[in-house]
Nanobody, 121 residues
């Protein structure tokens, strides 16, 4: 499956962005979908995961209450709604697809190219 992430950009602190990740090549509903992020000089960090049906999600404590992951299998798309953005959310955001439902990046087999999110104060 090929993944294409989009929706990043420059936003002021307190603002919102919605990231999208479109899958092609295979039906998205076959995969658990995840968002990770990587800030300069830091390791890749788990953000959120959603089950194949969308009925279950896990969100990292650092973004809980501000970020929401969702999916539309009919559109082969997974979303990350980001509200109340903080400077610490600045990173490249990656979507991934796999068969394991969890927060470990090695559990995902396919990755998009990433989309840059920059939050200014």
């Amino acid at each position: 499956v090929q993944l294409q992430a989009s929706g990043g950009g420059l936003v002021q602190a307190g603002g919102s962005l919605r990231l999208s990740c479109v899958a092609s090549g295979r039906t998205l509903s076959r995969f658990v979908m995840v968002w990770f992020r990587q800030a300069p000089g830091k390791e890749r960090e788990f953000v959120a995961v959603i089950s194949r049906s969308g009925s279950s999600t896990i969100v990292a404590d650092s973004v809980k209450g501000r970020f929401t992951i969702s999916r539309d299998n009919a559109k082969n798309t997974v979303y990350l709604q980001m509200n109340s953005l903080e400077r610490e959310d600045t990173a490249v955001y990656y979507c991934g697809a796999g068969s394991q439902y969890g927060s470990v990046s090695s559990g995902y087999d396919y990755w998009g190219q990433g989309t840059q999110v920059t939050v200014s104060s």
